[in-house]
């Protein structure tokens, strides 16, 4: 079935640097969103993208539909950017979403 | 704080036992959407509607849940009966479009414990 594969499974940050996340899509995507799940559960909207390019203070994304992959860019950050980064991405047949299985950031002092 | 508004946000039931939570989406927002989230992070989405008709949902909430979206009143979605592997994070989120090129917004979710 279509899959959703996200890299790294897991992260870890000095306050300051920065990193990317990666969401490889088997099969042509519409569009894509990306999350931020805190630890109380609640997944933050963070970007929606049918295509191109998104830039929201500290983070970029881009998606990419021809090559079938999408980038969460992070620079500079800071203690409350720790969580877990969810992509997630649907053909436009049904409405529903296809997740990765996340990337745990953890951004230390 | 969410647009999107999902109470209880914890549910702990025995096996057998009803297990119900709510979802107000979004105003303006049509389309409702609901998913289960296990602990390993896997997502399986559940059932969808558009105003208070069901779109699509799957083998196992159309055998074991019931759920509905009423004029005027919060959506619902219920376990009729509560099962160990029933134990997750529910979502409810909304979006303007049944189409996956409308984004979403997600509720905080409603976590259920089942002992």
């Known amino acids: 079935g279509d899959q959703v594969e996200q890299s790294p499974s897991a992260l870890s940050l000095h306050e300051g640097t920065g990193s990317a996340l990666r969401c490889n899509f088997t099969t042509t995507m519409r569009a894509v969103q990306w999350f931020q799940q805190n630890s109380r559960g609640s997944l933050i909207n963070l970007f929606y993208l049918a295509s191109g390019t998104k830039e929201n203070g500290r983070l970029k994304s881009t998606f990419n539909s021809k090559e079938s992959y999408s980038t969460l860019h992070i620079r500079d950050a800071q203690l409350e950017d720790s969580g877990t980064y969810f992509c997630a991405a649907g053909t436009g047949n049904t409405g529903k979403l296809i997740f990765g299985l996340g990337t745990t950031l953890q951004v230390q002092p | 704080n969410s647009k999107v508004i999902q109470t209880p946000r914890y549910l702990v039931k025995g096996q057998g036992q009803k297990a119900k939570m709510r979802c107000i989406p979004e105003?303006?927002?049509?389309?409702v959407f609901w998913y289960q989230q296990n602990k390993n992070n896997e997502f399986k989405f559940l059932i969808n509607?558009?105003?208070?008709?069901?779109?699509?949902q799957i083998d196992m909430t159309e055998k074991r849940f019931s759920a509905e979206c009423p004029s005027n009143s919060p959506c619902s979605l219920e376990i009729q009966s509560s099962e160990a592997g029933d134990s997750a994070l529910y979502l409810c989120?909304?979006?303007?479009?049944?189409?996956?090129?409308?984004?979403?917004?997600f509720g905080s979710g409603t976590r259920l414990l089942v002992i």
């Open positions: 989120a909304s979006s303007l479009s049944p189409r996956a090129n409308s984004d979403y917004t």
């Open positions: 105003k303006g927002h049509p389309v």
């Open positions: 509607f558009q105003n208070q008709e069901v779109l699509q």
